[in-house]
């Protein structure tokens, strides 16, 4: 898949269970976290967004879990956008740096809400447009 953005973290002592590995929760906060510095990457901010009523609320996720992270392993954070009717979906899939190994594979779907109304999707029309154009 070819990917609209990328960004490495480092997986730290504190996101790890009992059994040594990242906590299950953690994997849905990595990739929160990429799509955030994604969208500063566009002139996007979410409190910014939020002063003008416009708010992206996430509607679904769905996390497919392949292989264990662990403290001190970086990851590279991967994702591809896609517009489906009303939704802004990020595919998005963590890599393991060592290895390269698929660590978890996910897709996100976003919707808008501009003034407290459910949208079509339009706001992300602008959006697709900065994308392309990179």
């Known amino acids: 898949m070819e990917y609209n953005f990328k960004l490495e973290i480092k997986?730290?002592?504190y996101e790890c269970d009992l059994q040594?590995?990242?906590?299950?929760?953690n994997y849905q906060r990595y990739m929160e976290h990429t799509r955030h510095e994604y969208l500063e990457s566009l002139g996007e901010n979410f409190g910014?967004?939020?002063e003008k009523g416009v708010d992206a609320f996430v509607s679904r996720v769905d996390i497919q879990f392949k292989t264990s992270l662990r403290s001190?392993?970086?990851?590279?954070s991967c994702l591809h956008t896609a517009k489906e009717g009303a939704k802004l979906v990020f595919y998005q899939d963590l890599f393991r740096a060592?290895?390269?190994a698929l660590a978890a594979k996910g897709k996100?779907?976003?919707?808008?809400?501009?003034?407290?109304?459910?949208t079509r999707?339009?706001?992300?029309?602008?959006?697709?447009k900065k994308i392309n154009e990179r």
Do not use: A
Not at 72 to 76: A, Q, R, V
Not at 108 to 118: Q, T
Not at 121 to 128: H, R, W
């Open 11 to 13: 997986v730290r002592d």
């Open 20 to 25: 040594g590995v990242v906590n299950n929760s």
């Open 48 to 50: 910014t967004m939020h």
């Open 72 to 76: 001190g392993d970086s990851c590279l």
């Open 98 to 100: 060592s290895d390269n």
């Open 108 to 118: 996100v779907e976003i919707v808008v809400v501009i003034n407290g109304k459910l």
């Open 121 to 128: 999707g339009e706001y992300f029309d602008d959006l697709l």
